[in-house]
């Protein structure tokens, strides 16, 4: 029995595949993971039933095994009919989840339309597509390098 939370083989396998650079969604259930995706990516589907599993669950077991330089969210464009004033609720969630696990990585916004382009470049490695029904809730993330002491 492994001593991570993250038991998934086909992410494990994807993630210990993955350099520096490479680059990870974790899509909510409305993103278009069949068409949007990297040339070389894995998808990997997680749904169960709506809401099951979030965003915020998969980057927690994520961030156990990975490190991390870089967390694009998909940014909200203020003529798109979903926009809001306010982040979303959902990107507060992730900010304690990072500061939970130690990291000092900020969410950095990609407006909509370039996110997609991000996530279809040649970096992109896997997709893991959750059942989320939070909106705004993709993450794009570059894997960081693993210290010589860690």
């Given at each position: 029995?492994?001593?991570?939370?993250?038991?998934?083989?086909?992410?494990?396998?994807?993630?210990?595949?993955?350099?520096?650079?490479?680059?990870?969604?974790?899509?909510?259930?409305?993103?278009?993971?069949?068409?949007?995706?990297?040339?070389?990516?894995?998808?990997?589907?997680?749904?169960?039933?709506p809401g099951i599993p979030t965003v915020a669950q998969v980057l927690r077991a994520l961030l156990q095994v990975v490190p991390i330089d870089i967390i694009n969210t998909m940014g909200i464009d203020p003529?798109?009919?979903?926009?809001?004033?306010?982040?979303?609720?959902?990107?507060?969630?992730?900010?304690?989840?990072?500061?939970?696990?130690?990291?000092?990585?900020?969410?950095?916004?990609?407006?909509?339309?370039?996110?997609?382009?991000?996530?279809?470049?040649?970096?992109?490695?896997?997709?893991?597509?959750?059942?989320?029904?939070?909106?705004?809730?993709?993450?794009?993330?570059?894997?960081?390098?693993?210290?010589?002491?860690?």
């Amino acid at each position: 029995m492994l001593r991570t939370n993250l038991l998934h083989p086909d992410i494990l396998r994807a993630c210990a595949r993955a350099g520096h650079h490479s680059k990870i969604l974790i899509a909510d259930g409305n993103y278009p993971a069949a068409s949007k995706i990297g040339p070389r990516a894995e998808l990997v589907c997680l749904q169960l039933t709506p809401g099951i599993p979030t965003v915020a669950q998969v980057l927690r077991a994520l961030l156990q095994v990975v490190p991390i330089d870089i967390i694009n969210t998909m940014g909200i464009d203020p003529s798109d009919e979903y926009a809001s004033a306010e982040d979303p609720p959902v990107w507060t969630e992730f900010r304690q989840i990072l500061i939970e696990a130690g990291s000092t990585r900020k969410l950095e916004p990609i407006v909509k339309w370039d996110f997609y382009a991000a996530v279809q470049s040649e970096d992109h490695v896997l997709t893991i597509q959750t059942a989320d029904q939070a909106l705004w809730a993709n993450l794009l993330l570059s894997v960081g390098v693993r210290k010589p002491d860690e």
